[in-house]
Nanobody, 119 residues
Framework: QVQLVESGGGLVQPGGSLRLSCAASGSGFSTYAMAWYRQAPGKQRDLVATITSRRSTNYADSVKGRFTISRDNAKNAMYLQMNSLKPEDTAVYYC?????????????WGQGTQVTVSS
């Protein structure tokens, strides 16, 4: 089992930067694909970025070129560097760990961290 705790959210002006962290405890962190999701008020939870166990990355079109996902398996941690932030980036950001297992996949979530982009 994996426990996830996000940190690093806050209030930032448009054009600013934030770095989110996701600390994982439990076993097998390096075997999980990791992802950041976000959910704005009244909207569904959307995928922001993913990083596989082999560090292959993918991004939502809305954040390409502005956000960078990374992981440090030695520290059981994942990060999201967010630059050139826009008001529409305002949301609760969630960390997710996923692994294809049998008979059911393993899927874990953090509690979320609030990011507010406003002047």
């Amino acid at each position: 089992q994996v426990q996830l705790v996000e940190s690093g959210g806050g209030l930032v002006q448009p054009g600013g930067s934030l770095r989110l962290s996701c600390a994982a405890s439990g076993s097998g962190f390096s075997t999980y694909a990791m992802a950041w999701y976000r959910q704005a008020p009244g909207k569904q939870r959307d995928l922001v970025a993913t990083i596989t166990s082999r560090r292959s990355t993918n991004y939502a079109d809305s954040v390409k070129g502005r956000f960078t996902i990374s992981r440090d398996n030695a520290k059981n941690a994942m990060y999201l560097q967010m630059n050139s932030l826009k008001p529409e980036d305002t949301a609760v950001y969630y960390c997710n760990a996923h692994r294809t297992d049998w008979p059911t996949d393993s899927d874990y979530w953090g509690q979320g961290t609030q990011v507010t982009v406003s002047s």
